[in-house]
């Protein structure tokens, strides 16, 4: 009986190392590809430094880098204000646009 509980052990002990290796090799991939990651965000974030510094201006202009609405999303934008206007008509505020 003593032998048999053995064996239950050892085989339990086999089973949690074979877990904690796949465990542990997991944790290094997931590690690895959250540097990638991190690597690939830090190049592509923009500088807080101009990259030109000869004094040229930018030929983009905030006019041209705003983009117009569609229909669609301003009639869902203002169907939605009425909405939460309705919802609070109890108070006093006025609102101007």
Known sequence: MSNNRVEQLESTVAELESTV???????????????????????ESPTRVPERRDGEADETTAEETTQEAEPDDVAEATAGAAGDEAEDSGSDDIIVA
């Open 21 to 43: 290796d796949g465990l542990t090799n997991e944790l290094i991939e997931a590690k690895e590809r959250i540097r990638v990651l991190e690597a690939e965000l830090d190049a």
